[in-house]
């Protein structure tokens, strides 16, 4: 509520409880502005409490109630007025309803009868003073009328003297003073020149549409403003100045594809690719998919841990129990939002895609079954190694095996029956045996640590072997005695009752000795790489060692003499050399295109070699064709450590460390252009693997279509 | 770089400078153009050297950008913002209103017109534009993009379901997690879309919306003119106008508490229950007999193939003609309104659920009562009480599913994709071999439950072979330890039984094997990814039905114990 107070500019804030009774509470406010506007009698008590307009509750539990204007504390009255106290005051005291409690000073104050009769004419809602005339003459200061002086004495600033720019561009003759205004002549002094006249133009064009333009509205306007929108109006009604048009907003449709041409192509270029459409559902998408769709505990963790670029489904498969539980789906937006992605950043290819049938690749061989025969099964195991056999060997006749094995021993079996007919031991491990192939001598190389034996076994025609040792015995020491590298030895005792007739010293380790096919030379590779000393050629009957090389490119793997022409080939890592020994002279480099070449074996023809390598490969190469191989064929999962020709059958076979013997037909035509068939006919397995190493060596029977196997689990099979 | 394939390819930036455009501008203007980037073929060639990552785009393409008209109007609008903002800064009100006035705007139709240049190839490319606009349809009113924009999608969408329902060329309905698809098929083109559920979205934050108005814009012009072209060839009238006849008065009152009349009729024409107004009002017209020409070439199966798959499609679409549908309020309205109507069946639904309900609950002529709840208390005798699935499997398998394992409360046969077409070795879930069944027209529920007790008998028959083995086992450990030195003994060996065939198959094999060794590598290399494919399909193939069979049994045992007690 509040009172305006006879111009003293004095306002009551009367907040609460005046309506209700005065002996309730008058608060402060009131009795200090009783106080101050009627200047009662109380005022000479002169007792301010200073603590200001807060809740006496404050200072309940002080003997005082605040602080005078000395500082001094007010201290409550000593009352002990109680309800029956209350009481008989009520019921006795004659001024109690116009008693009040004041809590600022804690008394009891008695009203006065002009502070009665104010408190009655507020709760009437007069004034407070009775001498206010609240109707006197109003005097009107803002009329329409418009007067000769100013209301204020304020002067007219600059700007109501200028012109605005858009007034000067309307006013048309810029050679007229410009026009004058005061204020005096508005009756809302506030407002510029400018607003006026746009509110003038406003008011023109609201009028202009429909009702036309009063002229007497803009009787008191200026003459050269009247001139410019005179002419805005004239324009508007001409039809020169349209109204704006209300903008449309809904589309409009028509058929785009009247007139369209079925043979035009897209205007761009050729090579615009459409976009392909969206992956269709599969079943494992729907809400309730059967329930081999759903994904395992295990496959959901597998999925949760995979990135979400490598997952195969791009959600998780889910099972609802009817229509109303499906939820939304919460990659809705992004699902689609990527689609928009691939739209238009996506480049586009056409992918060919292949459509072979892939029984068609495979190439149309002949069958297996017409190149018979060839070794098919498993016949003979030859038990008695107690280590790896690296070398086999069987003997022209084709009736008896040795065996050269990690445990030291030489064995001597028959073919047909497996029985170990001999057992020599040596003195350390046995790297290679080969059986003299000339059929009129029975002689075994064995080469172990750095010695080459040569054995007569003593086996078959007993007039063969009597010959061989009349053949080796009829030596007769030279005159004069060359230095050799090698000494040739003739064992005495025991060994020479075990058959060992000469004992050959090499400087280095031998791995490899390989017999050429009159039975005369024999040649021992030394692989050390770079050396001089890497192979040597013995002739026995001689007694005699050559070498034949001044010079070694690499480390020499294996060595083999041609079967019908003075050459000899070397096989170092990765190249196989042949030289012609009489011409003494390099006639061929084979690249064997492989890492480690293991074994080499020649085509009794001549013209063919196979290389096996430690990298799964066997080449073959036409000495007639090329230096490349002919064919490489990679039948093998692991390292090749042995390869063979048959003598007669148009047959070879490989070995390796996967525990298998391949069996290939390698047919090799008299006819010069037309090249050498290969087909691989039988896989033979048999071996067990053991330390990761299976088949080491290969051999074929020299008349029969069977092969030997020696292998890491100290075996020798044969397969017929 | 004067020649070759550098001279082919210009990179983003490179473009973006020669267009004179923001990245924001030309991005837009790939998008509505269709222009995407090229990946070359010497990726470093073209980048002159570099390796960087960089996307190119094809020099021919971006000159094709250079005369559309769109350009200049970016530029415009790009110079409208800038002026906005000034007169914003400045604080001046009226001209940024008479700015705003005069905002310059673009139209596309040119565009859809060159990318596009038959109707054909429109329809073709329709399967984004629908999902995109239904999608945005579904948009709340606020934020994230103009109300105009939905309503427009909202009008377009609408108008494209009734055009479906009065060709009546929906062929596939799927319910997945993700959404609903539909498949129709217009004017020989298959047209499939996906439509969300009806739930508000919890807007990605990871989305640019801009990109995805500015496809808006371009599907909804798209989809607005194929409309067009679509209600012509049907000579219906565009925009789409109810079928005045059947409506009653009787029903204003209420439509009048639905909606204002503003949006009375776009809710009439969304409630897809009314048919519409052709342009010749034609009964006779519709269904003359098509003559059939065989193709050149086409033999008489072929021909007779394609005169039953004919007869195959006019069946399905009139699979629901004559039945009498009520909607429960739970069950997803539009949804099955859409597809029922698509089929020839009438639908209704409670007055309270929405506008265009054309009869009660208590209506004795409907047969079926589409419900979506555990149970019902108030059931009529005369009608069938099934779950939504029905519906949609319904039209997935092309005739009318026995409607016991959709009842009320019942648990759902699964709902399987129609969209998977099984090649040979592909894994077929048995609900599939199933309706396969059904649609051949054999019952196999009886078969079904004589197999089952089949497979017991046989079961304990397996049991009781095993116990044989085991006594016989047991005899035998008995004897070995009575006797342990049973004397050694030498019995005539038995002549294995030669497999011939198996043999032979192993021979086969054999060879194939070899003749697989001499293959050249590079064919080695196909061959054994082509294999490799293959190997995997069966194992997944394998492994599925694996996982069902685990599955089956599992069910199994549990039933019985459940039996048991």
């Known amino acids: ?720 | 770089y004067e020649s070759g394939s550098a001279t082919n390819y210009i990179s983003r930036n490179k473009a973006r400078k020669k267009l004179s455009l923001s990245l924001a501008d030309f991005r837009r203007l790939c998008i509505l153009k269709g222009i995407y980037p090229h990946e070359p073929k010497h990726k470093k060639k073209v980048n002159k050297g570099s390796t960087a990552q960089r996307t190119f785009y094809l020099l021919k393409d971006i000159r094709f950008l250079m005369h559309e008209p769109i350009v200049g109007k970016f530029r415009e609008y790009k110079i409208f913002v800038r002026k906005l903002r000034k007169a914003y800064g400045k604080a001046e009100w009226g001209t940024a209103e008479k700015l705003r006035g005069n905002k310059p705007g673009y139209k596309l139709d040119h565009i859809i017109k060159e990318r596009y240049p038959t109707f054909i190839d429109a329809l073709r490319d329709v399967d984004d534009a629908l999902s995109m606009c239904f999608l945005f349809s579904t948009f709340p009113r606020t934020g994230k993009c103009h109300v105009q924009t939905i309503e427009l999608c909202r009008r377009l969408s609408v108008e494209w379901m009734n055009y479906i329902i009065t060709l009546r060329s929906l062929r596939k309905v799927f319910l997945s997690i993700k959404g609903i698809y539909y498949q129709a098929e217009v004017l020989g083109q298959t047209i499939t879309w996906l439509v969300p559920y009806q739930f508000a979205h919890d807007h990605p934050t990871d989305v640019d919306y801009r990109v995805m108005a500015t496809f808006t814009e371009l599907y909804t012009t798209l989809l607005g003119f194929i409309n067009f072209r679509l209600y012509q060839t049907l000579n219906l009238v565009y925009p789409p106008k109810l079928d005045g006849k059947g409506e009653g008065e009787s029903r204003a009152e209420s439509e009048e508490d639905y909606a204002m009349d503003s949006e009375c009729y776009m809710e009439k024409l969304s409630a897809l229950s009314a048919s519409l107004v052709r342009v010749v009002s034609t009964a006779e017209a519709e269904e003359a007999e098509l003559d059939h020409f065989p193709a050149e070439g086409e033999d008489g199966e072929k021909l007779a193939e394609r005169l039953k798959a004919r007869q195959d499609q006019d069946r399905q679409e009139k699979l629901f003609e004559g039945l009498k549908f009520f909607l429960n309020r739970e069950v997803p309205r539009e949804s099955l309104a859409f597809v029922l109507r698509c089929f020839g069946a009438q639908v209704s639904w409670d007055k309270s659920l929405c506008i265009g309900s054309t009869y009660d609950v208590t209506d004795e002529t409907i047969t079926h009562h589409v419900v979506d709840r555990p149970s019902l208390e108030k059931q009529y005798i005369n009608r069938y009480y099934v779950q939504p699935q029905w519906v949609y499997d319904c039209v997935n398998a092309r005739m009318l599913l026995p409607v016991e394992d959709y009842f009320v409360g019942v648990t759902l046969p699964p709902h399987l994709s129609p969209f998977v077409e099984e090649k040979e070795g592909d894994y077929v879930p048995p609900e599939k071999l199933k309706l396969l069944a059904l649609q051949k027209g054999e019952r196999p529920e009886q078969e079904e439950e004589e197999e089952e007790e089949d497979n017991d008998d046989s079961e304990e028959e397996e049991d009781e072979d095993q116990s044989h083995d085991e006594d016989e086992l047991k005899g035998m450990e008995e004897k070995q330890a009575l006797g342990k030195a049973s004397s050694v003994k030498v019995t005539p060996g038995e002549a294995k039984p030669v497999n011939r065939q198996r043999a032979e198959q192993e021979a086969k094999a054999e060879e194939k094997r070899l003749a697989v060794m001499m293959m050249k590598k590079r064919d080695k290399y196909l061959y054994d990814k082509i294999m490799f494919g293959k190997k995997r399909s069966v194992r997944e193939a394998n492994k599925m039905s694996a996982k069902r069979k685990a599955l089956d049994e599992a069910s199994k045992a549990n039933k019985k114990k459940k039996l048991k007690k």
């Not at chain 1, 809590?103 to 009868?113: A, I, P, Q, R, Y």
């Not at chain 1, 009736?399 to 445990?407: E, F, N, P, R």
């Not at chain 1, 007769?476 to 025991?494: L, N, R």
Request: hydrophobic share 35%; net charge neutral.
């Open chain 1, 1 to 720: 509520m509040c009172f305006y107070n006879g111009g003293k500019g004095c306002v009551l804030n009367l907040r609460d409880s005046l309506t209700l009774s005065i002996s309730l509470s008058l608060s402060l406010s009131l009795s200090l502005s009783l106080s101050l506007s009627l200047s009662l009698a109380f005022c000479s008590q002169d007792i301010r409490n200073t603590v200001g307009n807060i809740p006496m509750e404050w200072y309940k539990d002080y003997p005082h109630i605040g602080y005078d204007l000395d500082g001094k504390k007010i201290f409550k009255p000593i009352r002990n007025k109680d309800e029956l106290d209350e009481f008989l005051d009520k019921m006795e005291n004659p001024d109690y309803w116009r008693t009040i409690h004041d809590k600022m000073t804690g008394t009891d104050v008695c009203l006065s009868d002009e502070q009665v009769d104010l408190v009655h004419r507020l709760q009437q809602g007069k004034f407070g003073d009775v001498n206010f005339n609240e109707y006197e003459p109003a005097i009107d200061f803002f009329s329409n009328e418009v007067m000769i002086h100013p209301v204020t004495n304020r002067p007219a600033d600059k700007r109501s003297f200028i012109p605005s720019l858009i007034e000067k561009e309307k006013a048309s003759p810029p050679a007229l003073p410009p026009p004058v205004f005061t204020s005096t002549h508005l009756h809302l002094p506030g407002w510029s020149p400018s607003m006026r006249s746009e509110a003038a133009f406003a008011f023109a064009a609201r009028n202009a549409s429909g009702l036309g333009l009063d002229e007497s509205c803009f009787e008191q306007l200026d003459s050269n403003l009247l001139a410019s929108v005179g002419k805005l109006v004239h324009a508007i009604k001409m039809g020169w100045i349209k109204p704006r048009r209300p903008k449309e907003t809904a589309p409009q449709y028509y058929d785009l594809w009247a007139k369209e041409d079925p043979n035009a192509i897209l205007g761009r270029h050729k090579m615009h690719i459409p976009a392909p459409k969206m992956r269709l559902p599969g079943h494992e998408e729907s809400y309730n998919p059967p329930p081999e769709y759903l994904l395992t505990d295990e496959e959901r963790q597998v999925w949760e841990q995979q990135d979400p670029d490598e997952r195969k489904l791009s959600f998780l498969p889910q099972k609802y129990l009817s229509l109303r539980a499906v939820p939304a789906f919460s990659r809705f937006i992004q699902e689609r939002f990527e689609r928009c992605l691939d739209l238009y950043l996506c480049p586009r290819q056409r992918k060919m895609r292949v459509n072979v049938n892939p029984e068609d690749l495979i190439p149309k061989l002949p069958r297996p079954r017409d190149l018979q025969p060839f070794p098919t099964l498993q016949s003979l195991v030859y038990h008695g190694h107690s280590s790896l056999i690296r070398s086999i060997s069987i003997s022209p006749s084709g009736q008896w095996l040795v065996s050269g094995s990690d445990d030291c021993t030489v064995r001597f079996w028959e073919v047909c029956t497996t029985r170990c007919l001999k057992i020599m031991e040596v003195g350390g491990p046995v790297k290679s045996v080969a059986w003299n192939p000339a059929p009129s001598i029975s002689l075994v190389a064995v080469s172990y640590g750095e010695n080459v034996l040569l054995v007569n076994p003593g086996l078959g025609d007993r007039l063969i072997c009597s010959a061989t040792d009349q053949l080796i015995s009829s030596y007769e020491e030279p005159e004069e005695v060359k230095d050799q590298q090698v000494q040739w030895a003739v064992p005495e005792g025991k060994a020479q009752e075990q058959g060992q007739r000469l004992i050959l010293t090499h400087p280095k380790a031998v791995k490899q000795v390989s017999w050429h096919g009159r039975g005369d030379y024999l040649a021992c590779v030394m692989p050390d790489d770079g050396s001089s000393l890497q192979v040597v050629i013995h002739q026995v009957s001689r007694r005699r060692t050559q070498n034949p090389f001044h010079r070694n490119k690499g480390a020499v793997q294996c060595v083999s003499f041609h079967p019908s022409r003075p050459y000899f080939l070397v096989a170092t890592q990765r190249y196989v050399r042949v030289y012609n020994l009489i011409k003494q002279e390099l006639t061929k480099k084979l690249m064997a295109n492989c890492k480690w070449i293991s074994s080499m074996a020649v085509h009794p023809g001549g013209d063919n070699v196979i290389c096996g390598s430690y990298d799964c490969r066997l080449a073959w190469f036409d000495l007639d064709l090329s230096t490349k191989p002919y064919k490489v064929l990679r039948h093998h999962k692991k390292a090749l450590r042995g390869v063979a020709y048959h003598k007669h059958y148009p047959l070879f076979a490989s070995g390796s460390d996967d525990g298998t013997v391949i069996v290939c037909h390698g047919m090799v035509y008299n006819d010069l252009l037309q090249n050498p068939l290969i087909v691989p006919v039988k896989v033979l397995k048999g071996h067990i693997i053991t330390h990761d190493l299976g088949v080491l060596d290969v051999a074929f029977h020299p008349t029969q279509p069977w092969v030997f196997s020696s292998g890491a689990d100290g075996t020798v099979r044969l397969f017929t």
